[in-house]
């Protein structure tokens, strides 16, 4: 059992699956830097010095400096400004992902598919390339 699961491990599915999960992990800590540290300071700035990552609100009805404070005091909070910041990481992410795909996909074109069937002219059923009779409708179908 212990060589079955080895063989396994090791084919090269598993492995590539792996390097990618690895590979994947440190692109979306990269992509968290890149919105927290590069793209919400400006926004913060344009919209008049916010903070994203203190917007919240406290449950508890009191007021506090900040999501640290509040945490700091075990006040219950709703943080939606950390919500934000992670729509955008997603966002930024599947589009990246996307751009990647549709990269690989123009480099890699999917084998043409082969044709099997044909349309049958008398009834359009969808009968196989070397029919001589269409099962359907049981007319003599020229090759």
Known sequence: MLKEFREF???G???DMAIGIVIGAAFGRVISSLVNDIIMPPIGLALGRVNF????IALNGNHYANLAAAKAAGAPTISYGIF??????FLIVAFAMFLVVRR?????PPPPVEVTTRECPFCLSTIPLKASRCPNCTSQIAA
């Open 9 to 11: 491990a090791m084919r």
């Open 53 to 56: 990552s203190d917007l919240f």
């Open 13 to 15: 599915n598993v492995v």
């Open 104 to 108: 690989m996909n123009r480099l890699f």
């Open 84 to 89: 934000i910041n992670n729509i955008l990481d």
